[in-house]
């Protein structure tokens, strides 16, 4: 599993509120990224990062930020949680060969 | 941007039988195409993926094609078992920018 871990695993927190999802990864892998996962929606990106600072939008970004100070950590926040981004969001990282080893998962609901 | 499109969205299959699960993507950019396997309340998992310099590749019961002039590829598992039964997502990669387009994945049920 590439040594990737997500915290917290769930979370349930009402609408209007700031949330912050964290992916840690202890393999140094250059690449990070975070998706949301909705059933008939497959995987959607919402940003990645190609390294410590650098970070990029992805296609479903409105509402979301991300920040990357250390290459193990990157951070998901959503600075005022509503009721559309109720979903399951994973983590991955790019492995050697551009295949993507995935976190295990955070179930998000917002009330 | 990349786009992937999947199917079929569903599929089910007796044990034993051949299941086929197509992708088209439409960025000529992408060169990398992973397929992964994510069962109930897990995280997906990389089964097999093919380069764009490559036409097939095979690993045991799974293996996968790419058409890059057509821009589709498949997923073809023989002699299925229940344990196949998941849902399957395929994806274009662009490896030089590091971005991945998912396809909006497949559920495959395997009947014993």
Redesign the interface.
Same mark, same amino acid.
């Given at each position: 599993?590439a040594g990737i871990t997500q915290s917290p695993r769930h979370k349930v927190t009402e609408t209007g509120t700031p949330v912050t999802l964290r992916c840690h990864q202890t393999e140094n892998h250059r690449?990070m990224y975070w998706?949301r996962q909705d059933p008939?929606?497959? !995987?959607? !990106?919402i940003h990645?990062s190609?390294g410590v600072k650098d970070t990029d939008k %992805?296609?479903v970004s409105d509402g979301y930020s991300v920040s990357r100070s250390k290459t193990e950590d990157f951070l998901l926040t959503l600075e005022s949680a509503t009721s559309s981004q109720t979903s399951v969001y994973?983590c991955a990282t790019?492995g050697q $060969?551009?295949?993507?080893? $995935? %976190?295990? %998962?955070t179930r998000l609901t917002v009330t | 941007g990349e786009n992937v499109e999947q199917h079929p969205s569903t599929l089910s299959v007796q044990e034993g039988d051949s299941a086929v699960i197509k992708c088209t993507y439409s960025d000529s950019a992408s060169n990398y195409f992973p397929w992964y396997k994510q069962e109930l309340g897990k995280r997906p998992q990389l089964i097999i993926d093919i380069r764009s310099n490559v036409g097939e590749k095979k690993d045991q019961r799974i293996a996968v094609t790419l058409n890059k002039t057509a821009k589709h590829f498949s997923l073809h598992i023989t002699e299925t078992q229940p344990e196949d039964s998941a849902v399957y997502f395929c994806a274009a990669t662009d490896a030089n920018a590091g971005k991945s387009t998912f396809g909006d994945g497949t559920t495959l049920t395997v009947k014993p």
């Open positions: 599993d690449y998706y008939g929606h497959g !995987l959607r !990106l990645y190609y %992805g296609e994973f790019q $060969f551009s295949e993507q080893y $995935f %976190g295990p %998962g | -």
